[in-house]
């Protein structure tokens, strides 16, 4: 599968208009994609962040909707991203809920890696990581997600809870390392969001 993320900041007092609307009308509309696999929304309100990634069955759905995507895009972030940022994915390693309970917690780590180790990364995340994670308390999915000609990586967790969320960061820091180092990987940055919505659909 590919996946489109959009990172977009602004005024988190302009924030929930732009996570409803993405959640209702913008919903509704990627259902109505062909392709579309599942989407997930993430935010940190008190920072004014807002993540969004799409998930689709195979590069070409990806392409195709990318018109309407952008469209929107411009029609449902204009009143609240200052910035926003586009990219596309490959999904090296893909562990999804088909749906999270409210109050569900996400982390996203960026990665930076030599093309060359690209498989090297996938297989490390798959063999080595995901059995670890599965052994956390209230881990519910995560996923790899890679740009191999750019070097570039995205790894996003589910976690049940904030409690549980908490309670990973000392042992996932741990993996990472371990995890980075086999891999020859980097470590570019680390954050966590509030998931708003996770919706996985079954191929028909």
Known sequence: MFVRTTYATGDPA??????????????????????????????????GKLMTGTWWEDEEALRASADRMGEL??????????????????????????????GARFRLVRLS????????????FENDVLP?????????????????AGGRGVVGALYADRDSLAASRGPVAALR???????????????EFEVVMVEAVAPS
């Open 113 to 124: 890696f030599a093309p060359a180790e690209a498989d090297t990364l996938a297989g490390t």
């Open 73 to 102: 895009r411009a029609r449902m972030l204009t009143d609240f991203a200052s910035t926003v940022t586009v990219d596309t994915w490959e999904a090296a390693v893909a562990s999804r809920p088909a749906s999270v309970g409210e």
């Open 14 to 47: 302009k924030l929930d208009p732009a996570v409803r609307a993405l959640a209702t009308d913008g919903k509704q509309q990627l259902f109505q994609e062909p392709g579309f696999r599942g989407a997930g929304l993430f935010v940190d309100r008190e920072v």
């Open 132 to 148: 670890r994670l599965r052994d956390m308390g209230g881990f519910l999915g995560g996923s790899l997600l890679v740009d191999r």
């Open 177 to 191: 390392g371990q995890a980075t180092a086999k891999a020859r990987a980097t470590v570019q940055s680390v954050e």
